[in-house]
């Protein structure tokens, strides 16, 4: 049968047993669509696509019912489900790096020979855990004024806002109709009661018509999508104007601006190796660059907000704030860790970055597109 694939095929595909198939068929959760000359289940393409995501969702945990809740989301097309389930594995891979880091801690002590309290040994399962991910997020991630002024000088008069990968509500106008969309549910559940509606959505597929908001604004979240032109794209067919805070690596030797991915970190450049260039971005929307200049004593805990104040990035609280640690691996991080804490103590960070002493504001990338 043309463009249809049998039952016994599609489970050996899936890895799962006809049977299972046969109980989505009758509970109506994945139904196949045309039936074999012998009178058998057949698949079409839009059938094992549904049965990708139900078997997706099934495998991060989630019941039958609440996937059919999912799967029937007429909202929500394919992309909208696979920004959905990505999320939703970068959630679980955060908590996952968050157990390994309370493990090596605890082999660290064991190894010493300390004492491992009772508390110690069940933060890398118990509630602890799951707060410290998070919670940090809403502990130093706050807004700027100076940061915000410059993104709301640049909304104008627009009225009507959507705030794209919204995370906390950071940044969002109080004086503007604001709605917000966000695919995780960690960042949803940290927004504040009075905060703006959110929505679960993705930048690649926002669930909107064309020009329905005055403009449309994301703040340092570009990075975290699957495919950011996209984002942009969407953004600049639902509203009329749009402004995005993200990062310049155009720049020949950018990852030598700042101090800390040029003397600890060398593997942030791989983090953004394949981050649209700052021209690529600007140009899908039409956008022209603002440099947006970082104050030494910044209030959003923002991967470059300390590039005067080092000895914060030996806590382990404000790194967790910043999802670039996650991306290098632990044992990127606990070397960065361990040699910036050695040149704090010896007095090399002071003698290589003399020059910052003076500084009020740095400018370290940021770079705010207005379209």
């Not at 118990?126 to 004024?145: F, H, K, M, N, V």
């Amino acid at each position: 049968m043309e463009d249809h694939w049998t039952v016994g095929h599609v489970a050996e595909l899936a890895g799962v047993s006809v049977r299972t198939l046969h109980h989505y068929d009758e509970i109506r959760l994945v139904r196949p669509s045309a039936r074999t000359a012998g009178g058998y289940r057949a698949y079409s393409a839009g059938d094992v696509e549904r049965l990708r995501e139900v078997l997706a969702y099934r495998r991060l945990g989630f019941g039958l019912r609440e996937i059919a809740e999912l799967v029937g989301d007429p909202s929500a097309d394919a992309v909208a489900h696979l920004c959905r389930l990505r999320g939703l594995l970068l959630e679980r891979r955060d908590r996952a790096d968050a157990m390994v880091a309370a493990i090596d801690r605890e082999l660290e002590a064991r190894a010493k020979g300390l004492k491992v309290t009772p508390e110690e040994q069940l933060e890398m399962l118990g509630a602890r855990l799951y707060d410290a991910i998070g919670s940090a997020y809403t502990a130093t991630r706050r807004t700027e004024p100076r940061i915000a002024a410059q993104i709301w000088d640049a909304l104008g008069d627009a009225q009507t806002v959507l705030n794209v990968g919204a995370g906390t509500g950071s940044y969002e106008p109080a004086d503007r109709d604001v709605t917000a969309v966000e695919p995780s549910a960690v960042m949803r559940a940290q927004r504040p009661a009075d905060s703006a509606p959110c929505v679960a959505a993705a930048a690649e597929s926002l669930p909107y018509e064309d020009q329905s908001f005055d403009v449309a604004m994301a703040v340092s979240t570009v990075h975290h999508w699957g495919d950011p032109i996209a984002g942009l794209r969407e953004m600049r067919r639902v509203a009329h104007r749009v402004v995005v805070l993200t990062f310049d690596t155009d720049e020949l030797g950018w990852q030598d601006r700042f101090w800390l991915t040029r003397d600890y970190l060398p593997e942030f450049a791989a983090v953004l190796a394949e981050f649209p260039s700052l021209a690529g971005m600007a140009d899908a929307i039409g956008a022209r660059a603002e440099p947006v200049p970082i104050p030494w004593d910044c209030a959003d805990g923002l991967f470059e907000a300390y590039w005067r104040r080092p000895a914060a990035y030996l806590e382990d609280q404000v790194r967790r704030a910043m999802s670039v640690w996650t991306r290098v691996g632990p044992e990127a991080e606990q070397r960065a860790v361990r040699s910036l804490s050695d040149d704090l103590d010896s007095g090399r960070w002071a003698e290589r970055n003399s020059d910052l002493a003076g500084l009020d504001t740095a400018d370290l990338g940021l770079r705010l597109l207005i379209a």
